[in-house]
């Protein structure tokens, strides 16, 4: 009978946690407005749930890859593992205070009124020999100050971390300013263990490496420029500001797989959005002239990539991957409603967001509709066999180029890019509105700026902005290695 009972617990038990759990996922239902982006603080106020059950239980719901945003990261978030340089008197102070209330004069003793293990205590002792700062692992710390019923955010209000200020607010201008970098530039890499992270930036042009490197500072971190190893300067930071950026929302790995979105506060600032669709031109833009009954356009874009291996049918998939390592053009494999219904279903979630931006900028400063779509310019396949898709979005209106001559020169960087859009619209506005001769073709041919960056630009822009950052630039051999990709590539030029 007594076994009948404790049976008949147990699946009370089971059951009553069972409908615990449906109840949960039907508040967290109820409560998600957008699957896409979940802002987490406002899911913790409304359903009073831990931080850990609700992560757990919406990536079960709505799948690994959702877009869980919060506003402040804690200094408690970071990875167990994550050391934290603390105030020693302080923390002295804090733990002499609580051990006394507890009725403790040292660990042994501690351990023992609480009735825990004396290991989880002893490294207290360490602490109170170390001054003026006490190095503390994440986890380790949390748990002491738990123990000695401390509250985990004082540490933040007595400003007693040392090392980093937090919270951090993820929504600052600052973190939203870092994010378009990583975007659009960047990589978030994961290592073996949570703590072995880093935000990875690579980018030919001088000018952007110094704005990258200046942006993490201001958000705290420091950024260091790795020896050249391949074309680019190839710049790493911090594993704090890359877990930083991956709290606010981007995720680790490849983004043409995790299709990630704008940071959310650029949907919703207008100068922001400007500042974005800025940064976002100089590292993911492009800017070409083209013709139309002989007279001058010029085309102003954005362009982003996504991996669609998974939504394309298995006989054109065959046919694709013949082409391994190569660019194709979508029409010769895909049925033009392929191309009309499903490539615009597949475009990046970041150029989707964008293309918004720029059509609210055009219609509430000209009136004006954007009408392009953003379409497929080519699909990559790799050696893997991955089939990656270049979406595109571009405009040729008087008003878009209007547009974006404000947001690019409102605040100019130096970059090259924006030196050549500044000539290309020189030349536009020399040339254009009248059919053009085959002489005046080869005379904007010749004077419009070649897009990829001259060498020498590049050794005279990294020598005055990076020479602190990276001595070798000095070196004449190895500032070599970072430009000699443009040398093999436009050498027959």
Request: no cysteine; hydrophobic share 35%.
């Amino acid at each position: 009978m007594g076994q009948y009972k404790h049976s008949l617990l147990e699946h009370y038990n089971w059951l009553r946690e069972k409908t615990n759990k449906l109840k949960t996922l039907e508040e967290i239902i109820r409560h998600v407005e957008n699957p896409e982006q979940i802002n987490l603080e406002k899911l913790e106020q409304k359903l009073g749930l831990p931080r850990e059950i609700l992560v757990k239980t919406i990536e079960r719901l709505y799948g690994p890859k959702t877009q869980v945003s919060y506003k402040l990261y804690h200094w408690w978030q970071e990875p167990y593992g994550a050391k934290r340089k603390i105030s020693a008197s302080y923390l002295h102070t804090r733990i002499s205070e609580a051990m006394k209330k507890i009725g403790a004069e040292n660990p042994t003793q501690l351990a023992k009124k609480l009735n825990i293990p004396e290991g989880k205590t002893s490294i207290i002792r360490d602490w109170m020999k170390q001054s003026p700062t006490i190095t503390a692992k994440t986890g380790v710390l949390k748990r002491i100050l738990t123990i000695l019923n401390i509250p985990l955010e004082e540490l933040e209000q007595k400003k007693a971390i040392l090392d980093r200020k937090f919270p951090i607010n993820l929504y600052s201008t600052k973190i939203a300013k870092l994010y378009t970098h990583a975007l659009n530039e960047g990589s978030l890499i994961l290592g073996k263990t949570p703590t072995q992270v880093t935000l990875r930036y690579v980018n030919q042009d001088p000018v952007l490496i110094r704005k990258f490197i200046d942006t993490v500072k201001e958000v705290g971190g420091w950024a260091k420029i790795l020896p050249p190893q391949k074309p680019g300067f190839d710049v790493y930071t911090d594993s704090v500001t890359a877990r930083i950026v991956n709290a606010a929302g981007l995720p680790y790995g490849r983004k043409t797989i995790t299709d990630p979105p704008l940071h959310p506060r650029i949907l919703k600032d207008p100068q922001l959005a400007k500042h974005h669709l800025h940064i976002t031109f100089l590292e993911e833009g492009y800017a070409t002239f083209s013709y139309a009954k002989d007279r001058l356009q010029l085309i102003i874009g954005i362009s982003r990539s996504k991996d669609i291996t998974e939504h394309i049918p298995a006989e054109t998939l065959q046919e694709l991957l013949k082409y391994k390592g190569q660019k194709v053009q979508p029409t010769k494999f895909f049925t033009k409603q392929f191309i009309d219904d499903i490539f615009p279903d597949l475009t990046p979630i970041a150029l989707t967001q964008e293309r918004r931006l720029i059509e609210d900028f055009l219609w509430k400063e000209f009136s004006m509709k954007l009408e392009p779509k953003a379409r497929v310019s080519y699909l990559h396949i790799s050696l893997d066999g991955d089939i990656t898709a270049n979406y595109r979005i571009a405009v040729r209106s008087e008003e878009a180029i209007q547009l974006f001559k404000e947001i690019v020169f409102a605040e100019p960087l130096g970059t090259w890019k924006e030196y050549r859009l500044q000539k290309m619209l020189e030349i536009y506005d020399e040339y254009k509105g009248r059919r053009l001769t085959p002489e005046e073709k080869q005379e904007i041919k010749q004077q419009t700026p070649p897009s990829h960056i001259p060498e020498k630009w590049i050794i005279t822009k990294a020598r005055q902005l990076l020479a602190n950052e990276a001595p070798w630039i000095n070196d004449e051999q190895k500032i070599k290695i970072i430009t000699r990709w443009y040398k093999s590539r436009y050498e027959n030029e």
